[in-house]
C-alpha cells in the first residue's frame, strides 16, 4: 500500500509570494490533516479535512487555507508570505476523522519550505 | 489551553542503557499516542493506548497509559542507535483534539 505522497518535498519563495502544496493520502483513507512543524513551536494543527468538509481548523491566519478532492488528495496554499512561515508542513491521513478513531495517523515526508 | 508536558526535552545517552520518556497533563484523554520522528521526515505512529492503566510492548519498547489516563511513559530497555529520533505524545481530547507535546530528542550513541 503506497504510503502518504507530499509534493514538493523542498521550496523556496520569496516574501510576498504564495504557495501552493499538495497530499495525496493512502487509498482509502478519507481524512487528510495538515501541521506545520518548526524547531522553536513544535507541531501545531493546521487544519483537517473529512470527505471534502473542512472538520477542525487550527489557530492560523486566514493566509493559511486548504481544501479537500473528491479522491481525497488535499492541498494547502500559504498567501503572502512571511518569513516566519518558514517550516516543515506535514500531512497526516487517517481512515476516520480524529473525532471518530484513536486508530492514529499515517504523516507524508513532508515539504521543507523556506521563505527568503 | 491544554498542555501535554513531555520530559526530559532531551536525552543522550550510551547504546545499553534504559531510558523513560514521559507524558503529562491535568487534562483526561480518550486516547493517547506515541510517535518516533526521525530528521527530515514525518512521524510515524508506534502505539495508541486507550485504556487507563494499559500496557502495551513492542519489542524493547513499553508503553504505559496511566490509571486516571492524563499521562503516559515510554520506556526502552537496552537502548540501540537505531532508537535515535525525536519521540512525540499526543492525546486525543474530549472535544477531539489531538493535543501535541513538544517531543523529546534522543540520541543514543555508540
Known amino acids: 500500500k503506497a504510503g502518504v505522497t507530499q509534493t514538493p518535498r523542498y521550496l523556496i519563495k520569496t516574501r510576498g509570494q504564495q504557495v501552493t502544496l499538495s497530499c495525496s493520502p493512502i487509498?482509502?483513507?478519507?481524512?487528510v490533516s495538515w501541521y506545520q512543524q518548526t524547531p522553536g513551536q513544535g507541531l501545531q494543527f493546521l487544519f483537517e479535512y473529512f470527505s471534502e468538509t473542512q472538520r477542525n481548523k487550527g489557530n492560523f491566519p486566514g493566509r493559511f487555507s486548504g481544501r479537500q478532492f473528491s479522491n481525497s488528495r488535499s492541498e494547502m496554499n500559504v498567501s503572502t508570505l512571511e518569513l516566519g512561515d518558514s517550516a516543515l508542513y506535514l500531512c497526516?491521513?487517517?481512515?476516520?476523522?480524529?473525532?471518530?478513531?484513536?486508530?492514529?495517523?499515517?504523516f507524508g515526508s513532508g515539504t521543507r519550505l523556506t521563505v527568503v | 489551553t491544554q498542555l501535554l508536558e513531555q520530559s526530559p526535552q532531551f536525552l543522550s545517552i550510551q547504546e545499553g542503557e534504559n531510558l523513560t520518556v514521559y507524558c503529562n497533563s491535568s487534562?483526561?484523554?480518550?486516547?493517547l499516542q506515541w510517535y518516533r520522528q526521525e530528521p527530515g521526515e514525518g512521524p510515524v505512529l508506534l502505539v495508541t493506548v486507550v485504556t487507563g492503566g494499559e500496557v502495551k510492548k513492542l519489542k524493547r519498547l513499553t508503553f504505559q497509559f496511566g490509571d486516571a489516563r492524563k499521562d503516559s511513559s515510554l520506556h526502552i530497555t537496552a537502548a540501540q542507535p537505531g532508537d535515535t529520533g525525536l519521540y512525540l505524545c499526543a492525546g486525543l481530547d474530549s472535544n477531539y483534539q489531538l493535543i501535541w507535546g513538544a517531543g523529546t530528542k534522543l540520541i543514543i550513541k555508540p
Open positions: 497526516a491521513s487517517s481512515s476516520k476523522w480524529t473525532g471518530g478513531s484513536s486508530y492514529g495517523y499515517t
Open positions: 487534562s483526561v484523554f480518550s486516547s
Open positions: 487509498s482509502g483513507h478519507r481524512s
